[in-house]
């Protein structure tokens, strides 16, 4: 079953955020996450949106200093872009390291949902660091899978299989 979906509000005020993020969340409040850009505007339409009982995800982050406006808030969810942090010329893993370890040290329940996520390494990189909520594209799950002495050992098996013998 679904779990949650995220949907991206818009306009130009607050207002028009808070009445779009309103009508798209009003089928399932449960299970539907309002996305807001993280501008004076949106926070403020967050701030409309989290008191009418809506999950919110902050959204378009691109600097660590950010995390402490969605921690402050206690909103749901935080999302850097840490690709394109990356092709900005930020380090974009040191960014999304240090909006974890802004939230935490807030004590915040605030989640890192770390976007334009380019490569599996970057991922796994993630991983290794704490932070476990990601969005990615099929290619790069697909790279999680590309490993050639795995396909190597698979084939071994495979082979052995076919033979009824033992694997060497």
């Given at each position: 079953?679904?779990?949650?979906?995220m949907c991206?509000?818009?306009?130009?005020?607050?207002?028009?955020?808070?009445?779009?993020?309103?009508?798209?969340?009003?089928?399932?409040?449960?299970?539907?996450?309002?996305?807001?850009?993280?501008?004076?505007?949106?926070?403020?339409?967050?701030?409309?949106?989290?008191?009418?009982?809506?999950?919110?995800?902050?959204?378009?982050?691109?600097?660590?200093?950010?995390?402490?406006?969605?921690?402050?808030?206690?909103?749901?969810?935080?999302?850097?872009?840490?690709?394109?942090?990356?092709?900005?010329?930020?380090?974009?893993?040191?960014?999304?390291?240090?909006?974890d370890k802004?939230?935490?040290?807030?004590?915040?329940?605030?989640?890192?949902?770390?976007?334009?996520?380019?490569?599996?390494?970057?991922?796994?990189?993630?991983?290794?660091?704490?932070?476990?909520?990601y969005t990615?594209?099929?290619?790069?799950?697909?790279?999680?899978?590309?490993?050639?002495?795995?396909?190597?050992?698979?084939?071994?098996?495979?082979?052995?299989?076919?033979?009824?013998?033992?694997?060497?």
């Amino acid at each position: 079953p679904l779990k949650e979906f995220m949907c991206q509000t818009w306009g130009a005020t607050p207002q028009e955020m808070y009445e779009n993020g309103m009508a798209i969340s009003a089928m399932d409040r449960e299970r539907i996450v309002i996305k807001v850009p993280v501008t004076k505007e949106g926070a403020a339409a967050a701030t409309l949106l989290g008191n009418a009982g809506v999950r919110i995800c902050l959204t378009a982050c691109y600097d660590h200093k950010q995390a402490l406006i969605a921690g402050s808030m206690g909103v749901e969810y935080i999302a850097p872009y840490l690709g394109r942090m990356t092709d900005n010329g930020k380090d974009g893993l040191e960014e999304c390291k240090t909006m974890d370890k802004i939230v935490k040290g807030l004590g915040s329940d605030t989640r890192i949902l770390v976007a334009s996520i380019r490569d599996a390494q970057t991922l796994a990189e993630l991983a290794v660091e704490g932070l476990d909520t990601y969005t990615f594209s099929p290619a790069v799950a697909r790279m999680l899978f590309d490993e050639p002495l795995t396909e190597k050992a698979a084939g071994e098996f495979e082979e052995a299989a076919a033979r009824g013998g033992m694997v060497e």
